[in-house]
């Protein structure tokens, strides 16, 4: 009896238990070296599958060299094209044509396989996939009623994340490393249950990289060389709760149900906003609301009435074209974190769909902050109306957002009116934030401060003061700022006619183009005046290499995004600018900053980073 088996029972395992089980024993096992081929490219890429393949092509070897069976290599190895179309069936095909040539028994578990050669005229053996019962995995024993986290390193002690929410503790749960053999036992056990038992599936599948759900277990596998060991983090939500647990809630409540909104659920890691967000997403689907979830990798423990969906091909733009056809009237969008995942928030949001995002966030101001510069300014509130902030597992802040055209606090000046957006404290109806555009930057100013720190909008203004008038005065600037619309200069005596202009008229100008009132005086005249200083000289600062491109004058920032720092070119205040995302400021080349900027470089004045 000759036999060719092909990938899919080699992978199972399924040839050599047929040869124990008598059904081959005594043919010739003719294997293909397209097979090989597929399970060797397969472990290389660190794939289970590959090197349970392998595995098996070993037990052959062993009841070869028992005498139980002939083994055999046959055919050629696939060519690139042929792999390349491995999808389209070709090595199928190479396989199927090779137990015709030989007159062997086919031998599967893939059922189009089975239908295919039978079709062909060949003998087919097919062999259901081995399917058997799962219980529990062997990681489940590291965990009890209050462990979140379990993390495993080959020789590295178990820890675990383990307490009340907000109280965690990472700590050790064992006494003794891991070794690699127990890792690889983990790891293995893990996959095939995936594989295996309903309630689980391979989120994501990549070398070195493995995302399993099981049951309720959240299971990440790293391997070499995307890790230097084999590392196994499992987590477990170990609290379940409803909307009504929490503080405020049937304004909340009334809040969501009134219409769709736009909502970020913020907080620190570990602070219970995920828990939230699913009691969130039980309330509005219990109240019949249609709610799908945005996940990568899927994480939030819903209900199977809510489907959860992840990237439409590697990308969430193509989910949310997904989704608006499907016709959600909530989604959940857990994590938001990159610029393209706040965009696709918005979109969404403006489509008409109700938008919950969970966002890490410090503060409560950050998580909107967070959409500044990547949401034109006048159209955040209509993608986030609701700010909610999670900390150790309650709702500490909820903030409602909403515009309106006013003259911002601290302003005076009528001609000073434009769009502010209005952050207010949604349980007081106290104001909280504004945040508007002043001299074409973005300001976030609070209303609550209980000390008499220079404000957000003090120190633009300060700044842009400054600025003007160091363009006319040879000798120092100093600038005060006097309530929101007043600013006192302090000059040398002999620039006093020159800031001033005949008959005031150059100081006018400049009142002008920032509207506010500007009182120039002597540096004498300033009670923080020191005779012996020489001038301001600036703050002390970083000193930075900036790098000029086609289109920018880039400064690299150590700092955090969405911090206001001072540029100073020796000393000298230059402007006054927000660290983006990407931890830099840039500055568009042929404007007036930019000017001043470069001219600074050229010569060779040192450029300093000063947080304000």
Do not use: C
């Amino acid at each position: 009896m000759n036999v060719v088996p092909d990938t899919s029972v080699v992978v199972d395992g399924r040839v050599s238990t047929a040869i124990a089980d008598g059904k081959f024993e005594g043919a010739t096992v003719s294997v293909p070296e397209a097979v090989v081929a597929e399970l060797e490219a397969q472990a290389n890429d660190g794939i289970d599958a590959g090197w349970d393949g392998l595995s098996e092509l070993g037990r052959l070897a062993e009841l070869a060299e028992e005498g139980t069976i002939a083994l055999e290599y046959v055919g050629e190895r696939p060519t690139a094209i042929e792999r390349g179309s491995a999808a389209e069936g070709e090595i199928d095909a190479v396989i199927r044509d090779l137990a015709e040539e030989l007159e062997a028994t086919f031998v599967t578990s893939d059922v189009v396989q089975a239908e295919v050669a039978k079709a062909k005229g060949l003998d087919v053996e097919y062999v259901s996939p081995d399917v058997r019962e799962v219980g529990r995995l062997a990681i489940e024993e590291y965990f009890d009623s209050e462990t979140m986290s379990v993390h495993l390193k080959t020789d590295a002690v178990p820890m675990a994340k383990r307490g009340a929410l907000g109280e965690m503790q990472y700590v050790e749960i064992a006494d003794d490393p891991l070794p690699e053999s127990t890792m690889e036992e983990y790891a293995r056990e893990v996959v095939d249950g995936a594989r295996e038992i309903s309630g689980g599936f391979i989120e994501l599948s990549e070398p070195g990289m493995k995302i399993v759900q099981f049951r309720d277990y959240r299971i990440a596998i790293a391997r070499p060389p995307f890790s230097d060991g084999i590392e196994i983090t499992a987590v477990k939500p170990i609290a379940r709760t409803d909307i009504d647990d929490y503080e405020h809630a049937e304004e909340l409540k009334g809040r969501l149900l009134e219409r769709q909104r736009g909502v970020l659920i913020s907080g620190a890691p570990g602070a219970g906003k995920s828990t939230f967000a699913q009691s969130v997403a039980r309330y509005l689907n219990d109240n019949d609301y249609a709610v799908k979830t945005m996940e990568k990798p899927r994480d939030l423990q819903v209900g199977p009435e809510i489907t959860q969906y992840t990237e439409l091909g590697g990308r969430m733009e193509k989910t949310a074209d997904a989704l608006l056809m499907v016709r959600p009237d909530y989604t959940i969008y857990d994590e938001v974190r990159k610029t393209s995942d706040f965009r696709v928030f918005a979109d969404m949001r403006l489509a008409g769909v109700g938008m919950i995002g969970v966002v890490h966030a410090t503060r409560p101001i950050d998580a909107l902050q967070r959409l500044v510069g990547r949401v034109e300014l006048g159209m955040i509130p209509q993608v986030v109306d609701t700010v909610v902030f999670v900390e150790a597992g309650e709702v500490e802040t909820v903030y409602d957002v909403r515009t309106e055209v006013k003259v911002p606090a601290g302003l005076t000046e009528e001609d000073l009116a434009r769009p502010v957006i209005l952050v207010t404290d949604f349980r007081t109806g106290e104001p909280a934030y504004e945040i508007y555009t002043f001299n074409r930057q973005v300001v976030t100013v609070p209303l609550t401060e209980e000390d008499d720190r220079e404000s957000g909008v003090d120190r633009i203004a300060r700044g842009e003061v400054e600025r003007e008038i160091r363009s006319i005065a040879r000798g120092p600037v100093d600038v005060e700022i006097v309530g929101g619309n007043k600013a006192i200069v302090y000059v040398d005596e002999s620039d006093i006619s020159t800031v001033i202009g005949k008959g005031g008229g150059r100081i006018t100008d400049v009142e002008n183009r920032l509207g506010i009132d500007i009182d120039v005086r002597t540096h004498e005249e300033n009670p923080g005046h020191d005779s012996g200083s020489g001038g301001t000289g600036g703050s002390a600062g970083r000193i930075v290499t900036p790098e000029i491109t086609s289109r920018h004058v880039v400064v690299p920032v150590e700092g955090e995004p969405g911090e206001t720092v001072e540029i100073q070119a020796a000393g000298e205040y230059l402007f006054t600018a927000t660290v983006s995302r990407g931890g830099e400021i840039q500055v568009s080349r042929g404007s007036a900053i930019a000017d001043e900027l470069e001219r600074a470089i050229d010569r060779k004045k040192p450029i300093t980073v000063v947080p304000s």
